[in-house]
């Protein structure tokens, strides 16, 4: 069957034809085949270059040798125990020895999981319910943070089901914003368990922070006696082998983790100082759970992925990551586009805006009609983005340099077609 064919059954069954909103896309989404290397073929026998990269996952690509070699053995002694193994112990290890806040870590199985559990060891350990977020960033589809922005700061719910006294306890506030969070900080001082903070935004695109924004949101954290948790769900084992808190030097109370961490497979984690992790049950009164924690397979997984991730590995990588946003730069300057090429380490997008974007606001000013034409142009031309303005996009190791050409290629003739500009011939 074609895409179109499984995509007008998969209606039928699975609400919107797709498991998450985010890939959905008119008119249709092409169904996957297999994946390798930097590659992504779908049952139409096309081939893609990836730079979605299952929403960042796949730093290692599709299909990594080390890591597909490591679960087939485990396959054969087992997917699911409902008990420890050694193999939790082993990562652990190496979450504390990569990461600089981990004393300690609780696996669990998103980060969804990940930040709901981190949220409610804050609130449990500062005996304080309310937590502050920020405008768009997004950490995971429970209640507490699938918000958006009401007055004075507070926060309403994103979805309905979402009860509105549910919302109550979560503030909103602008990233990369000094003064407005100085001033929640002062209006609520007394009652804020936590900051959680996106150190680099990957859900609204790719905003990374300004000079000196997470040394200011470190420092006042601390002195109102606030915990900083920061999601690195995204940024995690992605900027650097010690995540972002490595990458710009800021030390939180509390990470999360996924994506990465699980090789592939579905993963969370939560890490942080031993004296806040302790309060999790069973040594505390902080309760947090889940069947699947600590699945062997993502745990072994997560070990053959880390081995993999030396700072050799990111010397590399980001390198690569250089050199592509060196060719949009000059691809957007040469086409003499009013729009803003961003990214750091391994991460890229293109902002179809001529403000600059440090924050929510800004990057809703993005032209999105325009970028979905930009899209499809690069489908067209065999290169796969994650379908939406407010997504990051991805390079794996096994992106070659002759791939990021490919690439580059193909966004000029993208951005030509959005914009309606002579189309240059191959010839």
């Known amino acids: 069957m074609t895409s179109k064919e499984m995509f007008i059954i998969s209606k039928d069954y699975i609400p919107g034809g797709v498991s998450s909103p985010v890939r959905a896309y008119e008119p249709y989404p092409f169904f996957v085949k297999k994946g390798h290397g ?93 937590i502050i977020k920020f405008e768009g960033t997004y950490h995971g589809a429970h209640d507490y943070v699938l918000v958006k922005s009401g007055s004075g700061g507070a926060c309403l719910p994103d979805s309905i089901g979402i009860p509105k006294e549910t919302t109550e306890n979560t ?67 992605r900027l650097s082998r010690g995540g972002a808190q490595e990458y710009f030097d800021i030390l939180p109370d509390l990470v999360t983790f996924g994506k990465i961490l699980g090789g592939g497979f579905p993963v969370g984690a939560i890490a942080g100082r031993k004296d806040i ?7 505390g009164p902080v309760y947090q759970a ?25 010397n590399k990588l980001n390198a690569k990551g250089q050199y592509l946003r060196e060719s949009i730069n000059d691809i957007v300057e040469d086409l003499d586009l009013d729009i803003q090429p961003v990214g750091l380490s391994s991460m890229f997008q293109i902002y179809f805006t001529p ?48 791939d990021l050409d490919k690439t580059a290629d193909a966004i000029e003739n993208a951005l030509r077609v959005a914009w309606d500009l002579p189309v240059e011939d191959d010839d």
């Open 38 to 130: 930097s590659r992504i073929y779908d049952v139409d026998g096309n081939e893609y270059i990836d730079h979605c990269l299952a929403y960042g996952p796949l730093v290692l690509g599709h299909a990594n040798e080390k890591i597909t070699h490591t679960i087939s053995h485990q396959l054969k002694l087992g997917t699911a125990y409902g008990a420890p193994t050694e193999a939790e112990i082993k990562l652990a290890k190496e979450v504390v020895n990569r990461v600089p806040c981990a004393e300690m870590v609780r696996f669990c199985n998103s980060g969804t999981e990940a930040t709901m559990g981190a949220i409610r060891l804050a609130r449990g350990f500062t005996g304080k319910n309310k």
């Open 171 to 237: 503030i909103s506030c602008p990233f990369n914003d000094e003064d407005a969070l100085t001033k929640l900080i002062m209006d609520n001082k007394d009652d804020i368990a936590a900051v959680i903070i996106e150190p680099v935004m990957g859900n609204i695109g790719c905003v990374a922070p300004d000079e000196g924004y997470l040394d200011f949101v470190r420092e006042i954290t601390k002195d109102h006696d606030i915990l900083l948790i920061f999601d690195e769900v995204i940024t995690g084992f």
């Open 277 to 283: 992790m302790e309060m999790l049950a069973p040594n």
């Open 290 to 314: 889940g069947t699947f924690s600590g699945n062997p397979i993502t745990i072994n997984a997560g070990l053959a992925t880390m081995e993999q991730l030396t700072y050799d590995f990111y």
């Open 355 to 402: 403000n600059e974007v440090h924050n929510y606001a800004d990057a809703q000013t993005a032209d999105k009609d325009r970028f979905l034409v930009y899209f499809r142009q690069l489908l067209k031309n065999n290169v796969f983005i994650p379908p939406s303005q407010f997504e990051c996009n991805f390079i794996s190791i096994k992106h070659t340099e002759d």
